[in-house]
Each structure stands twice: as C-alpha cells, then as structure tokens.
C-alpha cells in the first residue's frame, strides 16, 4: 500500500535548520491498521503530510500503490489523493456553506461522477454514521462529534484503499471519540488500511500494530 525509505524532512526558519523527520521507514500493507503516537512537536503531522501527499520528503522515498508519490507535481498528488486517500481530520475540514449530504459528496463530484450516482452513495454513508437525518444541516448546525462522523462518511463514500486519521478524537468528548474510533475499526475490517497519528494512548492501544514518534524519529511502540 504505502513504503517510507529513509524518509527526512528538513525545514528552514526564522530561527535556523529544523530536522522533523529523521531517517524514516515505514511499510503499510493493504488491510493493515497501524497506530503512531507522539507527544506535540515529535514530527507526527509532518509525517502525515507526507503520507497524504501535502508535503514532499527532503531526502528518502515515498511509494503510494507502486508509484513514486514523494515530489509529485501539485495537479499529479492532488488526483492521487482523491483516489487513494481518504483524510479525517481533527478539525473535520467540512465546507460551512455546504450541507452534511454536499460536504460527503464532494470527493465523488471531484472525481467526476454523476449527480444520482454520488447522492444516493453520500446517503447510504450517511445512514451507516446514523446521520441521514441530518443530511440538510450545515456543519454550524451539527456538534462536534457529528462534525466528525460526517466527515467519517465522507471517506466511506469515496471508498478509499488508504485512510490517513489525524488526531480525529482531539476534538471529541470520551463518548463520540469512542463512536469514530468504532468507524474506523468497521471500515478497516472492509478492507481500508488505516493510519492513524494521535496523542492518545486509548485510541492508539485499538490498532493492532502500534509505533511511537519522538524526535522525528519513529519506533516500535513497547509494551
């Protein structure tokens, strides 16, 4: 599914050379679900850029479904990412002038299917998330954790082969937390491979394979 060889990512600022990523490998299989945990400023969103195509290594490789996805140009990893990609973020990333139902569409319309085709699609995720009866509210009228299981729906629409989860619990109390991490799991046993990068041991102990950030430098989770 996805390779990481001897990935670093180096960053210039105001205050000098930042190394974020250090000498990275990482292999995800097709199916698998892998966890990585770190505390603030380990290197985990550089990582997940980098995964998700939004950011390219400075040195090392990155192969996305065999090809060569680290230094694709802006319209080439925006097409990969739309088919192979599928994003939850902790800050739901939702469009506020559109509807539950238009926000789980918007992957398919990108990818050009027809009008019917892609509403009856955003419809059944949306009933699968028990959202259906929301489909016509806009994100300011929905709480967070039903912010969050939107754009869970979002992703079991396009049916994605890779799901990148950005700290998706961040925002959540215990209860919706536990509900999304319940999606995750469900459309891992699918057949999506799912990442997910977080700071919370509770989340992280759910994926089979756990890795733990520090330094910009990824290991084996102990224990």
Do not use: W
């Not at 912010?147 to 799901?163: D, G, M, N, W």
Request: aromatic share 4%; net charge positive; glycine share 10%.
């Amino acid at each position: 599914m996805l390779e990481l060889v001897h990935v670093s990512k180096t960053y210039q600022s105001a205050g000098g050379r930042v190394e974020a990523l250090r000498d990275v490998s990482l292999r995800l299989a097709s199916g698998e679900f892998v966890s990585i945990i770190g505390p603030s400023g380990s290197g985990k969103t550089t990582l997940m850029n980098i995964l998700g195509c939004l950011d390219s290594p400075s040195q090392g490789e990155y192969r996305l479904m065999g090809r060569q996805a680290g230094g694709l140009d802006p319209n080439q990893a925006a097409r990969l990412r739309n088919q192979a990609i599928g994003f939850i973020f902790q800050s739901f990333n939702l469009a506020p002038a559109l509807t539950a139902l238009e926000n789980v569409e918007l992957p398919l319309a990108f990818r050009g299917q027809r009008r019917a085709i892609r509403r009856q699609a955003a419809l059944e995720a949306l009933t699968q998330v028990g959202l259906a009866d929301r489909a016509g509210h806009r994100p300011s009228e929905l709480s967070g954790g039903q912010q969050q299981r939107v754009a869970a729906a979002r992703v079991i629409a396009a049916k994605p082969p890779l799901i990148l989860a950005d700290e998706p619990t961040g925002s959540l109390d215990r209860e919706a937390g536990d509900q999304l991490m319940a999606l995750l799991r469900r459309m891992n046993r699918q057949g999506c491979a799912v990442a997910l990068i977080t700071h919370d041991p509770r989340a992280a102990a759910q994926a089979p394979r756990r890795l733990r950030m520090e330094d910009g430098r990824l290991f084996p989770l102990e224990g």
